[in-house]
């Protein structure tokens, strides 16, 4: 399971050992409504073959066009904007008249990429530098306090595992909730010091703990682009967790079990362990957005699909009323 950065990086490899030359184009900044978030990339091949996205195919094909016709670019990086104008907005299908500015290396580095690749591939962030003015690109380690910068002239992305994940428990919910994950660019971490189900943890590309849940949560350093879902069902491990997380700056904490289950949580966090109601109300429990999910799998994909409303700042409506997603009240329908 690659993530977004390791798949257009493969295509790279793969295309380069073959002999074909191919252009880089990464969104740089948008105006209005975009489909796609700055940072996006793509990797685009000498006959149009294509891997990645910066619109979700809206100006994909006029860059199809342009590299098999040999006109997308010099050997220095450019920019190129598309829409500005409601005819070109219409033209390449951009919503409401937005506006994306790209830059494109025509003749970008292979050998570089091929280290940045091995770099995420290890695990490890990475900040690549694209200079308009000079022609240079550049690539070194990147901090999860990093972010894209672009003044018109000079642009610096952040690839990698740009999120963080700590799932509390190691059982059926896990196995599906990471390996998602893991497809939407987490790093994932998995706590159990419980034998019999660590034991049997078997998904590749994570990291299994056995220590205890508040050790690793304390460990972790956990920031703003760390998340934690205790799934446990065990207060012992899941409430060790949940105390150290929800002091944190973690932008999601979630607990599965009913409502009735995490109401008395709740009242066990603020009672035993001198937690805030401010603190409190960051708790997601029951956890995942409530589309009545029952299997392991549907309880999984509850649980991202909130974490993700909660980083894109969506507010939830419900039966008419308005939740913000990160009020905490958001909760899938399960049982326990």
């Known amino acids: 399971m690659d993530s977004q950065d390791l798949q257009v990086l493969d295509a790279v490899r793969r295309w380069s050992a073959a002999g074909h030359t191919f252009a880089l184009v990464t969104l740089a900044r948008t105006w209005g409504s975009a489909p796609r978030a700055p940072g996006a990339w793509l990797a685009l091949r000498d006959d149009g073959l294509v891997q990645g996205s910066v619109s979700g195919g809206c100006v994909e094909a006029d860059l199809i066009e342009r590299i098999r016709a040999g006109r997308l670019g010099g050997p220095a990086p450019t920019k190129v904007a598309y829409g500005g104008t409601p005819e070109e907005s219409a033209r ?20 570089q990429l091929i280290d940045m690749a091995d770099r995420i591939a290890a695990g490890r962030l990475v900040r690549r530098t694209v200079d ?3 022609g240079h690109t550049a690539i070194d380690d990147g901090a999860r306090g990093d972010a894209l910068t672009w003044n018109g002239t000079r642009l610096c992305t952040l690839h990698g595992p740009r999120r963080r994940l700590l799932i509390i428990g190691a059982g059926q919910i896990s196995y599906f909730l990471a390996s998602m994950a893991l497809l939407m660019d987490y790093e994932v971490t998995v706590c159990d010091p419980r034998e019999e189900y660590a034991d049997e943890w078997r998904v590749a590309g994570t990291t299994l703990s056995r220590e205890m849940p508040d050790d690793v949560v304390r460990a972790m350093g956990l920031d703003p682009h760390s998340a934690v879902v205790a799934l446990t069902h065990d207060p012992k491990l899941d409430d060790m ?7 944190s700056p973690a932008f999601y904490v979630g607990a599965i079990g009913s409502r009735i289950n995490n109401a008395r949580r709740r009242e066990r966090l603020a009672r035993y362990f001198d937690l805030s109601g401010e603190e409190l109300a960051g708790l997601h429990g029951p956890v995942g957005l409530p589309i009545g999910s029952r299997t392991p799998p549907e309880i999984a994909v509850a649980i991202l699909a909130e974490m993700t409303a909660v980083i894109r700042g969506v507010t939830l409506v419900r039966s008419g009323t308005e939740v913000p997603s990160t009020s905490g009240v958001c909760a899938a329908s399960l049982a326990g």
Do not use: M, N, Y
Not at 92 to 111: K, N, Q, S
Not at 241 to 247: M, Q
């Open 241 to 247: 967790a949940l105390l150290e997380a929800l002091k």
């Open 132 to 134: 308009l003015a000079s």
């Open 92 to 111: 390449f299908g951009l919503p409401c008249g937005g506006t994306l500015e790209l830059v494109i290396e025509a003749r970008p580095d292979v050998a």
